[in-house]
């Protein structure tokens, strides 16, 4: 006998889950009773059609051999007096069919080599690959296995009851509402096991986690962590046993293994759903309780929280988090035509702020939790896509100030002076390190990231404590030069480099305004300056280029002195032209200005 192929299980598959024709069922007005005699129809057709000839000699002969080696599922033979049980046995041994005939034509096939007279033509395509119909037969019989077979054995409080999802779901329910608990776990043990045996196949997990995956990881949670009861409930016939030590961790590192490989946002945003349902009581409104969510048992909620710690923890965690957080609000993979709307809903992002900055009880220190994520938090800062950028920015500019508030040694030390190195790389003592004339000292990368930087979280954060007017101070002279060079050629800095310095002018007290004017004026020393051998250079990207030019010997005085002169006066210049800029600028640094 040889492998059955593809197409005669999805076909066997598409007999079990196709609605037959109106007949008595449909008459019923018990909609529970005729669900139960549509269930057994469908069983019954299949296995009239499975005996009706040799077209299905190869699929017998694989399902009997299934069987046979899932030890699992021949436990399950209460299933027989629970129609829903037994559609959803049989469903799991069609899938195995399905999974184990695609392994094996995968694993004989061997692609011919390519016409090279016909280059534009396609490979030729596996054996193993689903149609699209095909696909289709196999996502409505995962639906059916995980709305019968993982749902209706959730403990009140983990993952979403499906009974609020469709009325399908409530008759289920309903269905299974008085088994025993032990059943329960049994049964909801063998799907879970067993499809995560289905899913070895790549194609078979896509369908399987692209839709399924938070009613599987709840499964997987209720199995290997649940608390167990001191005492053992009865088991009738003596037939179904609770699960073993050895079952409950095989459970958990199932979990584990599931959320360490699958794309990691939403990963998270199926732990967001798993860590609560609201933990009030009746809505507000007055509605029926129907619509409320059970609130998260209090061990979902730790290990919820746990779990996403890890995930914070990892590299690129926190992209992941906040991805996974804001997914539903336009900044998933895709965006969506709401993305701008959703980039407005600052609350949100503030909230995923919040929990960035608070550092988990699964962290040994602080320090240590700052010193994994901090770098992570800069790079939020640059994200370049479009559709996600604004809402990474804010949560990013969020954290930052936050971690300012709560722990300001470290966030010195991790965030903001790594931001703003670049600029104080130009301090006299830094400078003088870089022996050689011509040396780049701040690329144009490097220069542009840091000057857009402290706009997005000095100037929009728009939070003028004293300890961040002051690091705004200490780089001060710095980019009121760049903003001087901006306005005498094409460049892509003035407008930061010009909020930056009126934001600080404005924020500042009138005598610390006041003294930064002298100092920018060069009629007080206490700014520090770009050191005179440090010359900005046009970028080619728009930018600019910080480097090392040292005085060339020999050169005239006089020469020295008027590049001296006309250097001061184009400060000046572009001093008074700055204080003349309305929107920001107080009235009382605009008088000065025309009084200068």
């Known amino acids: 006998a040889g492998v059955p192929s593809v197409s005669e299980v999805t076909e066997a598959l598409k007999v079990l889950i196709t609605p037959r024709e109106p007949g008595s069922a449909a008459h019923d007005t018990d909609k529970q009773a005729a669900l139960i005699r549509t269930l057994q129809l469908h069983v019954a057709s299949l296995e009239e059609e499975l005996q009706s000839g040799p077209k299905w000699e190869n699929l017998r002969i694989l399902r ?34 399905l999974k184990e005939c695609m392994l094996q034509l995968a694993a004989s096939f061997k692609p011919p080599k390519p016409n090279l007279k016909t280059p534009e033509a396609a ?179 730790r290990l919820s929280g746990q779990l996403l710690s890890d995930r914070l923890m990892r590299p690129k965690g926190v992209q992941a988090v906040v991805h996974g957080i804001l997914a539903g609000a336009g900044a998933g993979a895709a965006g969506g035509r709401d993305a701008e709307a959703a980039a407005s809903n600052w609350k949100k992002c503030d909230a995923v702020a919040k929990i960035l900055a608070s550092c988990p009880q699964q962290s040994l220190t602080v320090e240590q939790y700052y010193q994994k994520v901090c770098p992570q938090i800069l790079d939020l800062l640059h994200i370049q896509n479009m559709l996600t950028a604004r809402q990474f920015q804010r949560v990013a500019t969020e954290t930052m100030l936050k971690m300012g508030r709560d722990h300001p040694d470290l966030a010195e030390k991790l965030l903001i002076l790594p931001m703003l190195e670049p600029l104080l790389r130009c301090s006299v003592l830094q400078a003088e390190k870089s022996s050689s004339s011509g040396e780049i000292l701040v690329s144009e990368l490097e220069l542009s990231q840091c000057v857009e930087d402290i706009v997005k979280v000095f100037v929009v954060g728009n939070d003028a404590t004293p300890t961040i007017l002051n690091y705004t101070k200490r780089v001060l002279s710095t980019v009121f030069s760049l903003y001087c060079f901006s306005r005498q050629n094409v460049s892509h800095l003035r407008s930061p480099s010009q909020d930056i310095l009126l934001w600080f002018l404005e924020k500042s007290d009138r005598d610390s305004a006041v003294s930064a004017l002298a100092g920018l004026s060069g009629l007080e020393e206490w700014v520090p300056s770009l050191p005179p051998y440090c010359h900005i250079q046009p970028g080619s990207h728009g930018g600019a280029v910080i480097t090392v030019q040292e005085q060339k010997n020999g050169e005239d005085d006089d020469d020295i002195l008027y590049e001296k002169v006309s250097s001061d006066q184009w400060r000046m210049q572009c001093l008074v032209d700055l204080l003349s800029v309305k929107p920001h600028t107080p009235d009382w640094l605009q008088t000065s200005s025309c009084t200068a």
């Open 64 to 97: 009997t051999k299934v069987l046979e080696d899932t030890k699992l599922i021949q436990d399950g033979s209460e299933a027989v007096a629970d129609p829903s049980w037994r559609f959803t046995l049989e469903a799991l041994v069609l899938l195995l069919c």
């Open 123 to 301: 490979p030729v395509l596996s054996p193993d690959a689903l149609s699209i119909t095909q696909q289709k037969n196999v996502r409505s019989a995962l639906q059916f296995v995980v709305s019968m077979g993982i749902c209706p054995y959730l403990l009140p409080g983990i993952g979403l009851p499906l009974q609020h999802r469709s009325e399908f779901g409530a008759l289920v329910c309903s269905m299974v509402s008085h088994d025993l608990s032990n059943v329960r776990t049994h049964r909801l043990y063998i799907t879970c096991t067993t499809l995560l045996e289905v899913s070895q196949h790549p194609s078979l997990g896509s369908l399987l986690f692209t839709q399924h995956l938070g009613d599987l990881m709840a499964g997987l949670c209720q199995l290997g962590y649940c608390p167990t009861k001191t005492k053992a409930e009865p088991v009738t016939e003596g037939r179904v046993k609770n699960l073993t030590e050895s079952e409950r961790i095989q459970c958990k590192e199932s979990l584990r293994g599931l959320i360490d490989q699958l794309y990691q946002p939403l990963v998270i945003k199926e732990l967001i759903i798993l860590q609560g349902g609201p933990r009030q009581g009746p809505h507000p409104s007055g509605t029926s309780s129907s619509v409320q969510r059970a609130p998260a048992p209090a061990w979902l909620r």
